[in-house]
């Protein structure tokens, strides 16, 4: 706390100094405060999975924007394209779209990242409660800068673990790649490991959820610049859980020391004084925006257009209530009783889209809009989308003009109902799982957000 004390009695000493203070002014002279946004329009989900030669299976398509104008994106308990890694398949992956369209995007895989473990590969480590699990690694986050990617992972213990049937996280690392994923660094020492306690960027679970804050192009901000951010990069992380978290926390580091993947490097925001942040350690951080059980991995995409940062949240609606808690081995052994329905499978059915938007990465943030994916039907699939993510690329320059409202188009990258990775087949291939019905894939829906003029 003597850094918080010592930052508050020096910053109005130094106001007309501090960065931060500057960069408010320079937003000012563009104009007034950008109108907010009021809510949004939602689409159609377009399935990638269209054929037995066009297909994928997999979560968490968080992407990034490259300086060779392509996109990339992490997909997480894979199998990879067209099964290309069956039958053990992923942890995590790297992938390309490359410069298809949002219609009718065409990945790829440009690393397996095989260091990171086979589909589900684990180790019993001790969880921050001081009990032991079995951890195994997941992607969080993706960025570009400067040419370089970036990509955020750590140690995740399954929900099933757990009471409230929430997925933990731990531990987390960033790698970089300086020639488009190809290759990365630094890896852990053997495949599926965690990294040695003192190669850990941020341990513990306060920091654990790293996902990258999104400008332009390659890290590139655009004019007039919000936010020092052609001086900083930002992420912002839950409290340590892949769904159904609690509070967010936002880290920064100068671009030029982000090549270095120092965790010393980083401030958090420890404090907000009057709506400016003071910047602290990890252990000081504050949250900037809390939510009970509502908050999952999720990231931030400022737009342009709107003058506006934008946070997709989502979270299970019914979790623990109706849910569990249920034995392991997940999702648990087959019931005696015929037509017995888990009602594990009937609520990660339901899940809930809450948007946040605010002028500055540290808030204040305001919720615009609520999406919910609800089905009760115990004899249907279910939508159950859950990861949503705005890819920078595919958002609009310009807004549509409609009557007396301000239209901006984008897209959301989310996947669906993952208790249907397993699904019986109908017409399989493969012998695995049912390309055609699966909702545990890529699925891209349209983005409209509305304020008034």
């Keep these: 706390m003597a850094g918080i004390q010592r930052s508050r009695c020096t910053m109005l000493n130094n106001l007309l100094l501090n960065g ?23 689409g159609e989900a377009l399935r990638y999975n269209l054929s037995p030669t066009r297909f994928n299976w997999g979560d968490s ?16 308990d894979t199998k990879g394209f067209q099964n290309e890694f069956y039958p053990s398949g992923r942890n ?29 590969q684990s180790v019993e480590e001790q969880g921050v409660d001081g009990r032991y699990y079995q951890f195994t690694w997941k992607a969080n986050g993706l960025t570009s800068i400067d040419g370089v990617l970036y990509m955020s992972v750590s140690r995740h213990a399954y929900g ?10 731990k531990d987390a690392n960033i790698i970089k790649s300086i020639d488009y994923g190809l290759t990365w660094q630094p890896l852990p020492a053997l495949q599926a490991q965690p990294y040695a306690s003192h190669e850990v960027m941020f341990a513990g679970d306060k920091f654990a959820t790293p996902v990258f804050i999104e400008y332009g192009q390659d890290g590139q901000p655009p004019k007039p610049v919000p ?22 926390y936002l880290g920064r580091v100068h671009k030029v020391d982000l090549p270095n993947l120092d965790a010393s490097q980083w401030q958090f925001v420890a404090a907000l004084i009057e709506g ?35 946070m997709p949240q989502w979270h299970y609606p019914e979790l623990p209530d109706t849910c569990g808690p249920i034995p392991p081995p997940w999702p648990g052994p087959p019931h005696p009783e015929p037509n017995y329905v888990n009602p594990f499978v009937t609520c990660i059915k339901q899940t809930s889209w809450h948007f946040y938007q ?17 089905d009760r039907n115990t004899d249907s699939i279910g939508m159950g989308f859950y990861n949503p993510t705005i890819p920078n690329k595919f958002i609009a320059s310009t807004v549509r003009q409609v009557k007396d409202e301000e239209h901006l188009d984008m897209w959301i990258l989310t996947a669906g109902n993952f208790m249907t990775y397993a699904q019986e087949p109908e017409q399989n291939p493969f012998g695995y799982f049912d390309w055609s019905t699966t909702r545990y894939t890529l699925h891209i829906l349209p983005l409209t957000l509305i304020r008034p003029k």
Aim: net charge negative; aromatic share 14%.
């Design 20 to 42: 931060a203070f500057l960069a408010s002014l320079v937003w000012l002279a563009s104009g007034l405060q950008a109108q907010s946004i009021s809510g949004a329009i939602i």
């Design 61 to 76: 398509w968080v992407s990034a924007w490259s300086s060779d104008n392509k996109l990339y994106c992490t997909a997480d």
């Design 92 to 120: 995590l992956i790297l992938s390309s779209f490359d410069e298809t369209n949002p219609q009718d995007l065409l990945g790829r895989t440009v690393n397996s990242m095989t260091i990171f473990g086979t589909e589900g």
């Design 160 to 169: 099933a673990n757990f009471s409230d049937l929430r997925q933990r996280a």
């Design 227 to 248: 936010d020092q951010a052609d001086e900083y990069v930002y992420a912002v992380s839950n409290n340590g859980f892949w769904n159904n978290g609690d509070h967010v």
């Design 276 to 310: 400016t942040p003071v910047w602290g350690s990890l252990n000081e951080a504050q949250p900037i925006l809390s939510a009970t059980r509502q908050l999952s991995v999720g990231g931030v995409v400022y737009v342009p257009a709107f003058r506006k940062y934008v």
């Design 358 to 374: 605010a002028d500055h990465p540290w808030g204040p943030w305001q919720l615009f809009h609520v999406e919910n994916y609800i």
